[in-house]
């Protein structure tokens, strides 16, 4: 009785609504699966200008990037600006971190445009990828424009998204190749199914892994009431297309710098602190998978941004357990009243990310970190639910099909928009802006292409990504996840420190010389009379430089004393100290 009851009620009310629209229209759009149309259209519309206003700069500006552009893509300035910086070694340690999809792209780009631009083209091929699968669903007759708009709806409004979008690094490709995969799946679009694991290997092959375990289930659905040969075809497509993937992505895995060594094991990574809080990564000790998997799930329901309505409900990300809880019962209803049924796919996502998280507990760190596999995995299972549900709500109806699946989304986006807000955070992900200490590396680029700078590790980051010059290890490239190469970095960083708090300036000379480091960037809060209070950064560098401070007694370091002749750069908070000035200096 309810099921037919649904449709003529949605019909009513659409038509009496269409009367009114023609009051206003002369006749026009009376239709009411246009209105329908036109609803949706209108309410998506209002919600993609709003995000392009408030990601202006996000989308448009170079001078602001995002933070990992100091660790993955200022060894690219080897086709620009520095070519010297081929032969650095920590640029070639951090190299190791570039996909083969990415490298590519950067190594076209970045000698035509610069760097800082190439990184918004690369972000937006990406959200390219995006929009390229709402096309695919709404062009499918078996979706339509509610399921695609809705797809690209929800990725946008979701921050943690967003924000790995930003700065055209690998993970950028993450939540798109997934979005593509989702398209082909609810459009029955195979191309588009396979194009997503593929972008992914090359790209960012975690992702991979998540689509290809998807599929893997996938092909197997529905087994025991299947003819074999059709289970084996399926089964000889997914081989082929995993086979595809993995020669696409083996240079991730075993290209950049051999002589990285091996991924730390999990019993390897519990004996070095730079894996816990108070380290450089902060992944162990590993979370609680109940806990891990169900925050990340209901991220996607939690207030996040500015809402439409002042006095909405939710307010607090807690509040993602009422929002996660309202969607699901209301998916509930509509499945005990037959409105619509859960797709193959949605179970096929949920058993393969679920598989590849444990899996990436059992072999950490194997598999990279654990965090992907439900920080992303989580999120992008409830956006394929949403989807899903929206490409077949009212599956049995084609008259009132499109109509009832309009209304959906424009439900879910204007609810979202008003109780749980746009998810917007302005400029998402540009934590970095060329504007900052622009003085300082317009005169870093001065100096020879050879120069080289040693700094605390929070303060010289800035140097290889702006001032495209080589530093000798900061907090960006102090990378823990190889064993051999963080071996050597840790080795040069306790040298670093040495130098800057050493009492001798022949001690700092000699620092020079072993590592060729050519400049000092200080930072004149770190050597004041309370110098002992701003050694710390993370472990174990701090626990060392407290020792070294501890050590020191009352006695200052050299570098608190510099000579002027030997400071070539000198603007509060920084002075850049030239070794080679400060050994003349010393000697006469």
């Not at 730390?264 to 998997?293: C, D, I, M, W």
């Not at 200080?522 to 560098?541: A, C, I, M, T």
Request: net charge positive; aromatic share 12%; charged share 15%.
């Amino acid at each position: 009785m309810l099921n037919a009851t649904w449709p003529c009620v949605t019909a009513l009310i659409l038509t009496k609504l269409s009367a009114i629209w023609t009051g206003f229209t002369g006749g026009k759009l009376a239709n009411p699966a246009r209105l329908s149309t036109l609803l949706l259209v209108a309410v998506f519309g209002a919600y993609a200008a709003h995000w392009l206003t408030l990601h202006g700069g996000f989308l448009f500006l170079p001078e602001l990037q995002n933070d990992d552009a100091r660790t993955a893509l200022f060894p690219f300035h080897r086709y620009g600006l520095n070519p010297i910086l081929a032969s650095d070694p920590i640029a070639r340690e951090m190299m190791a971190y570039v996909t083969p999809g990415l490298w590519l792209l950067y190594r076209c780009l970045a000698p035509v445009t610069n760097l800082y631009i190439a990184s918004k083209c690369v972000q937006g091929l990406a959200l390219g990828i995006l929009i390229l699968a709402g096309c695919v669903l709404v062009r499918s007759r078996r979706a339509g424009l509610a399921p695609g708009l809705l797809l690209i709806f929800l990725v946008l409004s979701d921050s943690y998204a967003v924000g790995r979008i930003a700065g055209g690094h690998a993970r950028a490709f993450a939540f798109p190749c997934f979005a593509l995969w989702v398209a082909g799946v609810l459009s029955a679009r195979r191309s588009a199914r396979i194009a997503a694991p593929l972008i992914g290997a090359l790209f960012y092959p975690a992702v991979m892994l998540m689509i290809l375990a998807a599929e893997g289930f996938y092909s197997v659905r529905g087994f025991w009431r299947r003819p074999l040969p059709l289970v084996a075809r399926r089964l000889r497509r997914f081989v082929l297309l995993a086979t595809a993937c993995v020669a696409l992505s083996l240079p991730s895995v075993i290209g950049g710098d051999r002589s990285r060594g091996p991924v730390h094991s999990l019993q390897q990574a519990q004996q070095e602190p730079a894996f816990y809080g108070n380290g450089r990564l902060g992944v162990l000790p590993l979370g609680k998978p109940t806990r891990e998997l169900t925050s990340a799930f209901l991220a996607r329901f939690s207030a996040s941004g500015h809402s439409l309505w002042a006095g909405r409900v939710f307010t607090s990300t807690e509040d993602g357990v009422v929002g996660a809880l309202c969607a699901l019962s209301l998916l509930i209803v509509f499945r005990l009243l037959g409105w619509v049924s859960v797709p193959n796919s949605v179970n096929a996502f949920v058993l393969g990310s679920l598989a590849l998280y444990f899996a990436a507990r059992l072999f950490a760190f194997r598999l990279y970190s654990t965090e992907r596999y439900y920080a992303y995995g989580m999120r992008m299972v409830s956006c394929l639910l949403l989807t899903a549900v929206a490409s077949q709500f009212m599956g049995y109806s084609r008259r009132l099909r499109g109509m009832a699946r309009n209304l959906l989304a424009t439900v879910v986006i204007l609810s979202s928009w008003l109780f749980l807000g746009d998810g917007i955070i302005r400029n998402n992900g540009m934590t970095l802006d060329a504007r900052w200490d622009a003085d300082l590396y317009r005169f870093i680029r001065t100096l020879p292409l050879t120069a080289r700078f040693a700094s605390h590790p929070l303060d010289g980051d800035g140097i290889p990504y702006y001032a495209a010059r080589a530093t000798n290890g900061t907090f960006e490239t102090l990378q823990p996840w190889f064993l051999d190469s963080w071996r050597r970095q840790k080795t040069r960083e306790f040298e670093t420190f040495n130098a800057l708090y050493c009492s001798k300036f022949e001690d700092v000379l000699a620092y020079g010389e072993k590592y060729a480091v050519s400049h000092l960037l200080l930072n004149r809060e770190r050597y004041g009379e309370d110098w002992k209070q701003h050694v710390s950064s993370f472990e174990p560098f701090t626990a060392y430089a407290v020792n070294l401070a501890n050590q020191s007694g009352r006695e200052l370091p050299a570098l608190t004393h510099v000579p002027d002749a030997a400071v070539v750069f000198d603007r509060p908070p920084w002075k850049i100290v030239d070794l080679a000035r400060l050994r003349l200096t010393i000697r006469n």
